[in-house]
T-cell receptor
Framework: GAVVSQHPSWVICKSGTSVKIECRSL??????MFWYRQFPKQSLMLMAT?????????EQGVEKDKFLINHASLTLSTLTVTSAHPEDSSFYIC????????????FGDGTRLSIL | QKEVEQDPGPLSVPEGAIVSLNCTYS??????FMWYRQYSRKGPELLMY????GNKEDGRFTAQVDKSSKYISLFIRDSQPSDSATYLC??????????FGPGTRLSVLP
């Protein structure tokens, strides 16, 4: 159990467009979802934490108007990169924790975003 | 001092070797400890999840936690080329505060 699906796995788009990434917990209810960004050969950088039904909490330095997060249900969170530019190109990964406390994070397979 | 420190590697071992991966931390509030394996261009995969001090074994993997020393380890026995990946330690307190180590890149050579 504890499967997290992330879609799309790879997206290439032109500068200025907005891109939406979906993160779904397939076999459990996720009260909390996390969004990370990862550059090549570097560790995970937490961008924001979202709880179902409430606004996301963004880490310092992450523009909330640039990276819109919606956690509308216990199984779905979305990250929208608005007006994407080449510097937004990166590997974005979501994770989710089960509804009970003190649970580990389960990760999706990531989305490779390339902005031309 | 960083909250979680981990040997950066890269670490290269021959197939069949015993691998020891280690993390140290500074926050005594951490109670839950995790090890993840991440293949290139994939999300991290949970390998081990332990609570407080002690050992936990799962197949070829053994996780050790020593809270008195603020030190955790992951041992891989009979390492295989398919174990080549980046290994991340992670820990959390009773709330939602998760902290990840920077990762150790492991290469198991056939």
């Amino acid at each position: 159990g504890a499967v997290v699906s992330q879609h799309p796995s790879w997206v290439i788009c032109k500068s200025g467009t907005s891109v939406k990434i979906e993160c779904r917990s397939l076999d459990f209810q996720a009260t909390t979802m996390f969004w990370y960004r990862q550059f090549p050969k570097q560790s995970l950088m937490l961008m924001a934490t979202s709880n179902e039904g409430s606004k996301a909490t963004y880490e310092q330095g992450v523009e909330k108007d640039k990276f819109l997060i919606n956690h509308a249900s216990l199984t779905l969170s979305t990250l929208t990169v608005t007006s994407a530019h080449p510097e937004d190109s990166s590997f974005y990964i979501c994770s989710a924790t089960r509804e009970y406390s003190n649970q580990p994070q389960h990760f999706g397979d990531g989305t490779r975003l390339s902005i031309l | 001092q960083k909250e979680v420190e981990q040997d950066p590697g890269p670490l290269s071992v021959p197939e069949g070797a015993i691998v020891s991966l280690n993390c140290t931390y500074s926050n005594s509030a951490f109670q839950y400890f995790m090890w993840y394996r991440q293949y290139s261009r994939k999300g991290p995969e949970l390998l081990m999840y332990t609570y407080s001090s002690g050992n936990k074994e799962d197949g070829r993997f053994t996780a050790q936690v020593d809270k008195s020393s603020k030190y955790i380890s992951l041992f891989i026995r009979d390492s295989q080329p398919s174990d080549s990946a980046t290994y991340l330690c992670a820990m959390s307190d009773y709330g939602q505060n998760f902290v990840f180590g920077p990762g150790t890149r492991l290469s198991v050579l056939p």
